[in-house]
């Protein structure tokens, strides 16, 4: 069994940074539906993401562009009911912040009135950054996305591995940099260089949070439908699968089927 860093209080960004300097790894798995959370939160996940990646796992679009915020809200809030020690993070969706500061503090509000978590999540770094004060004046913690960030997959053109050059990757680090001085309480780092998260992680006073991104983070995160093997085409290498719930399903809907055919569910028992 893991060991819980606060077992009975809910986890704050508090709790976060007190773990980082504990050298105690942080947990964090994506759930976007009241049963899953329950699930996560009693197996001791310290933080939910209520990640925008439901516009592909939940709704099987082909990015995560699509997820509109009143569906974000339709998901965190059922999160939100389902998680008593994890901290709550959604996802601010494509759309939902990048024109202009002011609307991206009226999305926070919006989503963090209307679903109950505890802090919102949004992608990049410099070009971001007056968002990220502007959301931070309201009260709200935010936490930063930077290596792949999938809304920006057009331009980027690929899901492979970020900052491998020295130019990509010295911005990265100014980004990081300027994210933290701006006083946001985390930062996910996706799909770079172990080598240089181990750098960031070291660099930085609050904790970064991996997916693809090596083994030194102050934490990691994974989707949690690809590490209970409920998703089966997607098999990047950073995917540890713990599960294989595909296969699991399958076979027992393969076997209810067979029972309904044959005559054999429901049983005497199993009727009124
Ligand atoms: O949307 C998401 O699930 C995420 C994780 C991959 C970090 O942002």
Known sequence: MPVHFNDKKRITTKTLHEMK????????LTAYDYTMAKIIDAGGADVI??????????????????????????????????????????DLPFGSYQGNSKEALSSAIKIMKESGAHAVKLEGGNEVLESVKRILTAGIPVMGHLGLTPQSIYKFGTYSVRAQEEEEAKQLMNDAIELQEAGVFGIVLEKVPAH?????????????????????????????????????????????????????????????????????????????
């Open 49 to 90: 993401l209520v990640g925008d990646s439901a516009s592909n796992v939940m709704a099987g679009h082909e990015t995560t562009l699509p997820i509109t915020l009143d569906q974000m809200i339709y998901h965190s809030a059922s999160v939100v009911r389902g998680a008593e020690r994890a901290m709550v993070v959604t």
């Open 196 to 272: 240089l998260a181990e750098k960031i992680s070291r660099k930085l006073r609050i904790p970064v949070i991996g997916i693809g991104a090596g083994n030194s983070c102050d934490g990691q995160v994974l989707v949690s439908h690809d590490m209970f093997g409920m998703t089966h085409e997607f098999s990047p290498r950073f995917l540890r699968r713990y599960l294989n719930l595909y296969d699991e399903m399958k076979n027992a809907v393969n076997q209810y089927c067979l029972d309904v055919q044959i005559g054999d569910f429901p049983n005497d028992k199993e009727q009124y």
């Open 21 to 28: 300097k504990s050298n105690h790894k942080i947990s964090m």
